[in-house]
């Protein structure tokens, strides 16, 4: 299982939200530290290899289990970290990145129990290769993440051109609204789908339980 594991990590789409993941801690020092124009690159190359890894999973087929719980998991840790840094700054309310912060954490709770609930026992609820569930976010999830990306490259680029706070507390109300409206939205367990793990797994029951070739004694005596 270990070993499936990482042929899916290995995937190039899984290997762009890897590096996502490893660079939010850069990127919040540097908006910290107040290098806005570096933080600005970095968020670019994040937004991009989003849409990247995506297109390539779906152009050449290599769509994975973990990936499905890889990519969003890497947005939420992207965004909280550069609000929470942009917040430290001065440049976000508190309760938008609360809101942000409270929501992103609901959701990766009920999203355990709810396929802990669906896992056979005697199998890891965190294995992408058992798993019988995969994540297919909501349309107003994937808008409302637009509008946070949206939101903190604004917070970003504010202090180095001077942009009326205006534009800044539009989104903030703006992607306040579409948080709730997606929390609300997982409600029912439509961002789930079958993973194809369960069958899989009968297949290779399956062929465990095939009778080994009996080999002729004349076959044997070849191979010696």
Not at 6 to 18: A, D, E, H, R
Not at 200 to 208: F, L, P, S, T
Request: glycine residues 8%.
């Amino acid at each position: 299982c270990f070993k499936i594991f990482l042929v899916q990590l290995k995937s190039p789409p899984n290997i762009l939200t890897s590096s996502r993941i490893l660079l939010s801690p850069v990127l919040g020092y540097l908006v910290i530290s107040g290098n806005y124009e570096t933080a600005v690159i970095g968020c670019v190359y994040c937004g991009f290899t989003d849409y990247l890894d995506g297109f390539i999973a779906k152009r050449y087929d290599m769509s994975t289990v973990l990936g499905t719980y890889l990519d969003p998991l890497a947005d939420k840790i992207i965004i909280n970290v550069l609000s929470v840094s942009l917040w430290y700054n001065g440049m976000l309310p508190t309760p938008l990145v609360v809101l942000w912060f409270a929501r992103d954490l609901g959701l990766c709770v009920a999203t355990y129990v709810y396929v802990r609930s669906n896992t056979q026992k005697g199998q890891r609820v965190i294995d992408p290769v058992t798993t019988p569930l995969k994540v297919e976010p909501t349309l107003i999830s994937k808008v409302n993440t637009v509008l946070q990306f949206l939101t903190l490259t604004v917070g970003l680029v504010q202090p180095m051109y001077g942009m009326p706070t205006e534009y800044l507390t539009g989104l903030c109300w703006l992607t306040g609204g579409t948080t709730l409206a997606s929390g609300f939205s997982y409600i029912g367990n439509d961002a789930f789908g079958k993973s194809g793990n369960s069958v899989q797994a009968r297949v290779r029951q399956q062929i465990g339980k095939l009778p080994k070739p009996i080999h002729s004694k004349k076959e044997n005596a070849n191979k010696l």
